[in-house]
């Protein structure tokens, strides 16, 4: 029995020091994800009305849209959409952008259809941001749309 007890504890103590290190489960920080080379796909949209979560659940045809940036400070995105009758509709954009030192980028458009400003697009440390507002002066709705994509 005295074994069995020198067993146990010498298990417990293997296991409470060697133990997994402390980045596994951290947030990776913004500086380390890369800008180019990757394809950001889309993975989480959250739309919020006057401060109220509205429980979006993207389609699966929303979330194949990607953003990709190019060494040569291109960048081209592919936005999907469900249309009117529900069949899957691809946009594709192209233009150039600038990044800053915080890691926002400003996108200039120079072709493709269905085209939106997007002046809060960034790297984050959850992935790529894209926040979209909309807004009704009247009414004073205002409506964000935040899309998050990942590599």
Excluded: H
Excluded at 10 to 35: G, H, L, M, R, V
Excluded at 47 to 76: H, M, P, R
Excluded at 108 to 124: L, P
């Amino acid at each position: 029995m005295k074994k069995l007890s020198v067993l146990i504890l010498a298990t417990i103590f293997i296991f409470a020091t060697t133990s997994c290190s402390n980045d596994d489960n951290e947030t990776k920080k913004e500086e380390e994800f890369p800008t180019t080379g990757v394809v950001w796909k889309l993975q989480t949209v959250v739309v919020e009305t006057n401060g109220e979560n509205q429980n979006y659940v993207a389609t699966d045809c929303e979330l194949e849209s990607t953003v990709e940036f190019k060494a040569d400070k291109t960048f081209s995105r592919k936005l999907n959409i469900n249309a009117d009758g529900g069949e899957c509709s691809s946009f594709i954009q192209s233009g150039t952008y600038t990044e800053d030192e915080s890691r926002v980028f400003t996108l200039t458009y120079t072709e493709g259809e269905n085209v939106r400003d997007s002046e809060t697009i960034r790297i984050s440390s959850r992935g790529l941001e894209e926040l979209v507002v909309d807004g009704d002066a009247a009414t004073g709705e205002i409506t964000g749309t935040l899309y998050t994509y990942k590599f």
